[in-house]
């Protein structure tokens, strides 16, 4: 059960990268519009959550499982920005996401 609300603690974070991304891209005609807007806000909100289950899986996922679950972030977001931001993933990114799918497989053996 930890395990999969430590999953779901990352997915959460990379939800919000590609929202605090969303944001960045567009143009905003108040003053502060980079920082009070919907996006940046729930983006902040979501990454708060995030860190709040993150604590809480920490009570029943040992210390060095930590680090290779978080290491599924860039998966996520990899594939969240080429759904909803139109990114293309080129081949080196594919490489590189290969070789986090091969370390995770391997640190899990």
Do not use: H, R
């Not at 679950?69 to 293309?88: C, D, H, P, Q, R």
Request: glycine share 6%; charged share 15%; aromatic share 14%.
């Amino acid at each position: 059960m930890y395990v999969a609300i430590f999953m779901a603690s990352v997915f959460i974070a990379a939800v919000s990268q590609i929202l605090l991304k969303k944001s960045a891209m567009k143009q905003y005609d108040y003053k502060f519009g980079d920082y009070l807007n919907p996006y940046v806000i729930c983006a902040y909100g979501l990454l708060f959550l995030s860190m709040i289950l993150t604590v809480y899986a920490y009570k029943g996922v040992d210390l060095k499982t930590g680090p290779v679950i978080e290491a599924t972030s860039y998966i996520y977001v990899a594939v969240l920005s080429a759904f909803f931001l139109k990114e293309k993933i080129s081949n080196k990114k594919k490489i590189g996401l290969l070789i986090i799918i091969v370390g995770i497989l391997i640190s899990n053996i």
